[in-house]
T-cell receptor, first 113, second 112 residues
């Protein structure tokens, strides 16, 4: 079973920030938080990941709470092309472990004009 | 740099037929994965290979076999296709544990 909980759907106005929450209350110390998105049944696209510090790249920012039990993906200026299903995933890190991903149901983000 | 390449992209099978989905990555990754995605569902892990020569079952391995042919290639075989195996199949790879996983574009399989 997936170890994350996400709202099934969210709306966001174009040009505004999209904040996608994720709960992972049973996360272990060696588990990373990963975010992917999937557009129109294309292959999932990697967005960002982190362990405990906040992370930022050209696509998004990831805010992880201090207790690591939840996180928020932030798309700073959402565009219509950001409409997709967003998956929050926790993934084991460590030698000898493949770190396989277990996908949940994700959040469908609809960016509206 | 092609990344993760899957073939075929589309396939229609009759119940009971067999087929192999091919996957190759050119990123020198150690780990490779096969997922399936049913309509309106998230991805479910079928099998994975931590490194060349090793394979392990994921969430939904029944009805499938895999082969890690070499470091680059990881194939998924349906020995006797069933309508319940109608799905989109994604291959993926990563350097190793804790590293980013990259996905192919998917293979659409219909079993009639």
């Amino acid at each position: 079973d997936a170890k994350t909980t996400q709202p099934p759907s969210m709306d966001c106005a174009e040009g505004r920030a999209a904040n996608l929450p994720c709960n992972h209350s049973t996360i272990s110390g060696n588990e990373y938080v990963y975010w992917y998105r999937q557009i129109h049944s294309q292959g999932p696209q990697y967005i960002i990941h982190g362990l405990k510090n906040n992370e930022t790249n050209e696509m998004a920012s990831l805010i992880i709470t201090e207790d690591r039990k939840s996180s928020t993906l932030i798309l700073p200026h959402a565009t219509l092309r950001d409409t997709a299903v967003y998956y929050c995933i926790v993934r084991v890190h460590g030698s000898g472990n493949t770190g396989k991903l277990i996908f949940g149901q994700g959040t469908t983000l609809q960016v509206k004009p | 740099n092609a990344g993760v390449t899957q073939t075929p992209k589309f396939q229609v099978l009759k119940t009971g037929q067999s087929m192999t989905l091919q996957c190759a990555q050119d990123m020198n990754h150690n780990s490779m994965y096969w997922y399936r995605q049913d309509p309106g569902m998230g991805l479910r892990l079928i099998y994975y290979s931590a490194s060349e020569g090793t394979t392990d079952k994921g969430e939904v391995p029944n009805g499938y076999n895999v082969s890690r042919l070499n470091k680059r290639e990881f194939s998924l075989r349906l020995e006797s296709a069933a309508p319940s195996q109608t799905s989109v199949y994604f291959c993926a790879s990563s350097v190793g544990a804790g590293n980013t996983i990259y996905f192919g574009e998917g293979s659409w399989l219909t079993v009639v």
